[in-house]
């Protein structure tokens, strides 16, 4: 049982450069979340997913893009690279019921830097 | 709008002392409240929770205090350990009723707890 996993670990990108962050869970989480943190702060969210097929934005979703074609994969995807987007990039799943709120699982992170 | 915070950004302490790491909270809404430990260069790792309807848990050497009169939570760590030095977050996330769960948590900015040998 790895939990979450994210690839790659490091990349440095050119300004337009696009590319896609990895992530996988093996916990069968139908809930999963994509945080950017930038240095000395907090995590922001960018993106969500309550299930396969159903994706949703966070707080900070601009020049992103996710997927949830299955419950284990949760792609995300940066289009035309920004040095604002320098950034490192955790993964998170959880298992959720109705009437409950349940603790985030967070993968080792990406991080990425925008030249 | 919402937030939330921790009172101070670096925390120093002799190893063996106890630790009291502090956070604000804005939201009056939010349920559920759980601290995070992040070690350098790893994602943040789950520490304890508490719901809103309690004021107090305790699990292995660390204790959550909820105080929701003046909406603040702390995290105390007992006989703290080199081990112990990290980045800890809270976050607060409301229980969603119904079938609009999200799960979604607010991150507050964390607390850089320094062990000194």
């Known amino acids: 049982n790895a939990g979450v996993t994210q690839t790659p670990k490091f990349r440095i990108l050119k300004i337009g450069q696009s590319m896609t962050l990895q992530c996988t869970q093996d916990?069968?989480?139908?809930?999963m979340y994509w945080y950017r943190q930038d240095p000395g702060m907090g995590l922001k969210l960018i993106y969500y997913?309550?299930?396969?097929?159903?994706?949703d934005k966070g707080e900070v979703p601009n020049g992103y893009n996710v997927s949830r074609s299955t419950t284990e994969d949760f792609p995300l995807r940066l289009e035309l690279a920004a040095p604002s987007q320098t950034s490192v990039y955790f993964c998170?799943?959880?298992?959720?019921?109705?009437?409950?709120?349940?603790?985030?699982?967070f993968g080792p992170g990406t991080r990425l830097t925008v030249l | 709008g919402e937030s939330v915070g921790l009172h101070l950004p670096t925390l120093s302490v002799q190893e063996g002392d106890n630790s009291i790491i502090n956070c604000a909270y804005s939201?009056?809404?939010?349920?559920?409240f759980i601290w995070y430990k992040q070690e350098s260069g790893k994602g943040p790792q789950f520490i304890i929770d508490?719901?809103?309807?309690?004021d107090k848990r305790q699990g292995q050497r660390v204790t959550v205090l909820l105080n929701k009169t003046v909406k603040h939570l702390s995290l105390q760590i007992a006989a703290t350990q080199p081990g112990d030095s990290a980045v800890y977050f809270c976050a607060e996330g409301p229980i969603d009723h119904g079938s609009s769960n999200t799960g979604k948590l607010i991150f507050g900015q964390g607390t850089t707890l320094q062990v000194k040998p």
């Open positions: 939201n009056s809404a939010s349920d559920y």
């Open positions: 916990m069968n989480h139908n809930y």
């Open positions: 997913s309550v299930g396969a097929g159903i994706t």
């Open positions: 998170a799943s959880s298992s959720l019921a109705v009437y409950f709120t349940d603790t985030q699982y």
């Open positions: 508490i719901r809103s309807n309690m």
